[in-house]
């Protein structure tokens, strides 16, 4: 089955800094690539997603890059505000996100230092 | 918001009991998904449900089982509860091939004493 690997497992940055999350995966097959938000206390919730015919997409702030070929994808946060702290989680799925669901990175509790 | 619902939200247990969660989806859609959540393990599937009555094992389901009998209605049972079942529970729907999002309820806490 798919493995997906997320580092760091912390990141603390300054408040207006940029933040980047790495994530690799291992089924070349994988073709959705979401990212999560979760905020302490609730579930989590999608921020941006990434198909494998794209290489980069971008929504204001946050922007997500994929290699097919390295199979790593990476979440930029640029101007990071203190909302932006959270914990996020990288996903990756051969379906096309469908029916068996994602396959979910560790996480990342980024920090945002005032 | 996506109209999840997921009951109890926080659960103390023993162990050996028998405990049901309950997700209650007013979206009408298809699937559905129960994920537990665990420090240095993120999000695991456990179990997922295509349609009422088809449901299929996901990545940890040993010691779980899940009923769908109504397309709104997705319960998560454990039979005999262990301390290493002690975790948060997400139920899940969405994921259709369109769009991919899944759409997460609040969660809900489990402690087996």
């Known amino acids: 089955g798919e493995n997906v690997e997320q580092h760091p497992s912390t990141l603390s940055v300054q408040e207006g800094d940029s933040a980047v999350i790495k994530c690799t995966y291992s089924?070349?097959?994988?073709?959705?690539f979401p990212w999560y938000k979760q905020e302490l206390g609730k579930g989590p919730q999608l921020i941006i997603d990434?198909?494998?015919?794209?290489g980069e997409k971008k929504d204001q702030r946050i922007a997500v890059t994929l290699n097919k070929t390295a199979k790593h994808f990476s979440l930029h946060i640029t101007e990071t505000q203190p909302e932006d702290s959270a914990v996020y989680f990288c996903a990756a799925s051969y379906s096309g996100g469908g029916a068996d669901g994602l396959t979910f990175g560790k996480g990342t509790h980024l920090i945002i230092q005032p | 918001d996506a109209g999840i619902t997921q009951s109890p939200r926080h659960k103390v247990t023993e162990t050996g009991t028998p405990v049901t969660l309950r997700c209650h989806q007013t979206e009408n859609h298809r699937y559905m998904y129960w994920y537990r959540q665990d420090p240095g393990h993120g999000l695991r599937l456990i179990h997922y449900s295509y349609g009422v009555k088809d449901t299929d094992k996901g990545e940890v389901s040993d010691g779980y089982s899940v009923s769908r009998s109504k397309t709104e209605d997705f319960l998560l049972t454990l039979e005999s509860a262990t301390s290493s079942q002690t975790s948060v529970y997400f139920c899940a729907i969405g994921g259709d091939r369109n769009t991919g999002e899944l759409f997460f309820g609040e969660g809900s806490r489990l402690t087996v004493l």
């Open positions: 990434i198909r494998s015919n794209v």
């Open positions: 089924d070349s097959a994988s073709n959705y």
